[in-house]
């Protein structure tokens, strides 16, 4: 049973417009939240975090937000660029209750010029 | 610092053989992880060492074994190989437990 679901596995954007990466888990004890980028052919990257005692967190053009009742969190990209265009993973943990993180299947992110 | 690094980058292998995935890191990080990623599947956790000393299974484990030689590396093996083992491999690690993870560039494995 999938515990962190990303039921897009791909999404189109315009270049300049908000791209919006969603995100829904099971586990109710999850408490870090995480997204991640990965380029074809290389390692995934980390790219922002947000823990469950906040409902967003911002670093420059990204933007997550939770929604801890609905157990759902996104990623906003705001404005999208061509080097936006990747896979990105959303991920979960129980925090320092676990030493795992739990990976979605990802959704790869197409900037159209 | 190089963070993670991964070796080989590449490797084929035939049905039966046995081979061992190198990955080190120099960010002196306590936990240390081994995925595949599969078409489709996202990223499944094989083997973790929380700490040096210590390793468990992920989600994926069977065919495969780990060691933690030390704190900067984490190795793992194939024991015999399969068509099924066919995959990309990435190594990570973190600074504790359930922290942010940082990843090598991957091994692309194919199994004949």
């Known amino acids: 049973d999938q515990q962190v679901k990303q039921n897009s596995p791909s999404l189109s954007v315009q270049e300049g417009r908000i791209s919006i990466l969603n995100c829904d888990y099971t586990?109710?004890?999850?408490?870090?939240f995480l997204w991640y980028k990965k380029y074809p052919a290389e390692g995934p990257t980390f790219l922002i975090s947000?823990?469950?005692?906040?409902d967003k967190n911002e670093d420059g053009r990204f933007t997550v937000f939770l929604n801890k009742s609905a157990k759902h969190l996104s990623l906003h990209i705001v404005p999208s660029q061509p080097g936006d265009s990747a896979v990105y993973f959303c991920?979960?943990?129980?925090?320092?209750?676990?030493?795992?993180?739990?990976f979605g299947k990802g959704t790869r992110l197409h900037i159209l010029p | 610092n190089a963070g993670v690094t991964q070796n080989p980058k590449f490797q084929v292998l035939k049905t039966g053989q046995s081979m061992t995935l190198q990955c080190a890191q120099d960010?002196?990080?306590?936990?240390m992880y081994w995925y595949r990623q599969d078409p489709g599947m996202g990223l499944r956790l094989i083997y973790y060492?929380?700490?040096?000393?210590?390793?468990d299974k992920g989600e994926v484990p069977n065919g495969y074994n780990v060691s933690r030689l030390n704190k900067r590396e984490f190795s793992l093996r194939l024991e015999s190989a399969a068509p099924s083992q066919t995959s990309v491999y990435f190594c990570?690690?973190?600074?504790?437990?359930?922290?942010?993870?940082?990843f090598g560039p991957g091994t692309r494995l194919t199994v004949l």
């Open positions: 990570a690690s973190s600074e504790d437990r359930g922290d942010e993870q940082f």
């Open positions: 586990n109710s004890m999850f408490d870090y």
């Open positions: 947000i823990s469950s005692i906040k």
């Open positions: 991920a979960a943990s129980e925090g320092n209750r676990d030493d795992k993180i739990i």
């Open positions: 960010m002196n990080h306590n936990s």
């Open positions: 060492s929380a700490s040096e000393g210590t390793t």
